[in-house]
């Protein structure tokens, strides 16, 4: 079975400019999470979706950042317009139940915001 | 300021040595969960400990849950170069918020032959 899978894998920008990173997870899993990863904060969670509803964004940094979940089956995580300090890896994970199941993680996405 | 502190940051030992790595907070949590990450690629879940005092072995892994919830620690005995790898604790603070996860910064293990 595919597992979650992330596109582009590797962005590379100028700031200023702005970026769309992909979702798309296992089919079935009711539930979708945004994470960054920096050295300086580790993984923090941005967002995330229960049955393509936004559940919890308390974790996008500012009005840059915004995410949409259209369908089952799909997500976007936008930032517009993009800064050096978003430079980051951002990880999608996704579940079955957002309190009782696993999360799988995609390979991520590593930005870099020039 | 990280709500769950790992120690150490780094860890270097080599093949067939023990190592301890700690997940420490002064909050208490529903559940705590281990995750091992490689380079490239998402952390891939190794296991949830949910009650206080929880001990959790899988192969050469033994990971206990403190009894307060607050801490836990992960033991690997023998270690092989396949656990090289960032290890990372996250923990949920209540039980209807398991999905709203709060990550350790990881501690870097590399196992050399």
């Known amino acids: 079975d595919a597992g979650v899978i992330q596109s582009p894998r590797h962005e590379v920008t100028e700031m200023g400019q702005e970026v769309t990173l992909r979702c798309k997870p296992i089919?079935?899993?009711?539930?979708l999470f945004w994470y960054r990863q920096t050295m300086m904060r580790g993984l923090e969670l941005l967002i995330y979706?229960?049955?393509?509803?936004?559940?919890?964004d308390s974790g996008m940094p500012e009005d840059r950042f915004s995410a949409k979940m259209p369908n089952a089956s799909f997500s976007t995580l936008k930032i517009q317009p993009s800064e050096p300090r978003d430079s980051a890896v951002y990880f999608c994970?996704?579940?079955?139940?957002?309190?009782?199941?696993?999360?799988?993680f995609g390979p991520g996405t590593r930005l870099t915001v020039l | 300021t990280q709500l769950l502190e790992q120690s150490p940051q780094f860890l270097s030992i080599q093949e067939g040595e023990n190592l301890t790595v700690y997940c420490n907070s002064s909050?208490?949590?529903?559940?705590l969960q281990w995750y091992r990450q490689e380079p490239g690629e998402g952390p891939v879940l190794l296991v949830t400990v949910v009650t206080g005092g929880e001990v959790k072995k899988l192969k050469r892994l033994t990971f206990q849950f403190g009894d307060a919830r607050k801490d836990s620690s992960l033991h690997i005995t023998a270690a092989q170069t396949g656990d090289t790898g960032l290890y990372l604790c996250?923990?949920?603070?209540?039980?209807?918020?398991?999905?709203?996860?709060?990550f350790g910064a990881g501690t870097q293990v590399v196992v050399t032959p």
């Open positions: 994970a996704s579940s079955l139940d957002p309190v009782t199941d696993t999360q799988y």
């Open positions: 089919s079935g899993h009711n539930s």
């Open positions: 979706f229960n049955n393509n509803v936004p559940i919890d």
């Open positions: 909050s208490v949590f529903s559940s």
């Open positions: 996250a923990g949920a603070r209540t039980t209807d918020s398991w999905g709203k996860l709060q």
